[in-house]
């Protein structure tokens, strides 16, 4: 009799469903190609150790001893936080006002660009804008510098023993700010142009093209060299508003007019869906410009609540002039244009919110309120669709904002000598505005137009197609809808 031979019945593996919580990593790790032998696992857990040790000789590297925190200290950087927070919220009332004045169909692409820009402007700007914007190794004098990539957080006892700002919370606000520039462009090419196009357009913005138009004021740039006196952009009328709005155009002149709104050669109103949130949005852009204007004093002092009031006062003469003059010409207030005429007003103090006296404010927003309403009259008869009225707001609001200086602005937190033609300050000022006014314009122009045509050229083409603006991008690009299971009406 003879016995067959039977092999040991091999033990069956546990599958990963069946595993404890104690052994489930182990076995997850173990499935994957190049660490299935205890080798390998013994490398990987000396990754976290080499990534803590390399931390370590970082922060000895960078210690110093550094003074006591003084109440200055803490409320300039406390007072810096709460502005960028500001700005950073005003993300949503671009969103909101976008968004409401343009059509629900494409709702969901207008809020996916206003949010997801922030995310790119902020990554951009942390890589290389900032360094581009305030660099101190000069490439080109007065034109272009740089340091190396991303920027140093490290704190120095200087800083604190003077009352400076941190790193971290100056390159925060920075930040906000070159958010701010592309959202602008996001209302200009609304409703007809591609999504990824898009963003990829605002890397460039940010990293590139409004760091270093930035760098030629507020770096002390070639601007602040020109005659016996400096060109003056306090918040960025220029700098932030005109720039995007430059940017903009240039996409829309690309893009061309949307489906509709041309017939017979006359430009065609197209309504916004939701006035409401558009409103509501204006509102949180006038709250956010508290953080936009009296946070680039840079400090807490004596001089933010003026800023304060000075930007109050410019908002509600834009509201004003905008009201009264769109009254004229429509027989009935328009609330379009009382939105763009705050937000005109805003922007036309922004430069000078710190040189204009409490009179000179709110003359100077005024001027911007019926500034815009004619502005978008005649962009729609040039043939320029601007959904929004963004260029008329931003763009030429921004240059006059810039251009005011030169002809009522004071040294206000100097001497208080007059530095505008009209209060005897001369013609020096007007000059040297105007100047910085047209460079802003002639830089972006030129930069964007030619970003925006190779964009195109290699992704064929900036603009969705003619069926997927007739259905919507919010389908088309995005595939949802921003009201799905609401009964709407067209």
Known sequence: MTTAYQSPPSRRRKSLQEASLLNGPMMLLKSIRGFSSNRAIIWLACAPLALLGLGIFTL????????????????????????????????????????GMCRQKNAVNILA????????????????????MYGSNEIIPGILSINSLFFDPAVSAETISEAGLVPTVDFLFQAAFAGTAATIVSGLVAERIKFGEFVIFALVL???????????????????????????????????????????????????PRIGK????????????????????????????????????LAMDQWVPY????????????????????????????????????????????AGCGNLTLVGSWVAG?????IVVFAVSALDNAGIDDPVGAFSVHGVCGVWGTVVIGLWGF??????????????????????????????????VVTCFIAWKIIGALFGGIRVTEQEEVDGLDIGEHGMEAYAGFSTTN
Do not use: R
């Open 60 to 99: 000895s590297a960078k210690a110093e001893e550094l003074p006591e925190l003084s109440a200055a200290f803490l409320a300039n950087n406390l007072w810096l936080l709460v502005a960028t927070i500001l700005v950073i919220f005003m993300n949503a009332g671009f969103a909101m006002v976008e968004a």
């Open 113 to 132: 660009k206003n949010l997801f820009v922030f995310a790119l402007a902020v990554t951009a700007y942390w890589f290389i804008g900032y360094s581009l």
């Open 206 to 256: 940010t990293a590139f093209i409004y760091p270093v138009a930035g760098s030629w004021e507020w770096n002390g740039g070639w601007l602040n060299s020109v005659g016996n006196k400096e060109f003056i952009d306090f918040a960025g009328s220029s700098i932030v508003h005109s720039v995007g709005a430059w940017a903009g155009l240039v996409g829309a002149m690309l893009l061309g």
């Open 262 to 297: 041309y017939v017979g050669g006359k430009a065609q109103a197209i309504p916004g869906h939701n006035m409401s949130i558009a409103t509501l949005g204006c509102l949180i852009l006038w709250i956010g410009w508290y953080g936009f204007n009296p946070g680039s004093q």
């Open 307 to 350: 800023v304060a009031v000075t930007t109050t006062l410019g908002a509600a003469g834009g509201a004003i002039g905008a009201t009264v003059i769109s009254t004229i010409t429509s027989k009935k207030p328009d609330l379009t244009m009382i939105i763009n005429g705050i937000l005109a007003g805003l922007v036309s103090v922004t």
């Open 366 to 370: 005024l001027v911007g309120g019926i």
């Open 411 to 444: 040294d206000i937190q100097g001497d208080g000598s007059p530095l505008g033609l009209l209060v005897g300050g001369g013609i020096e000022q007007l000059g040297i505005q105007a100047l910085g006014a047209g460079a802003y314009a002639i830089w972006t």
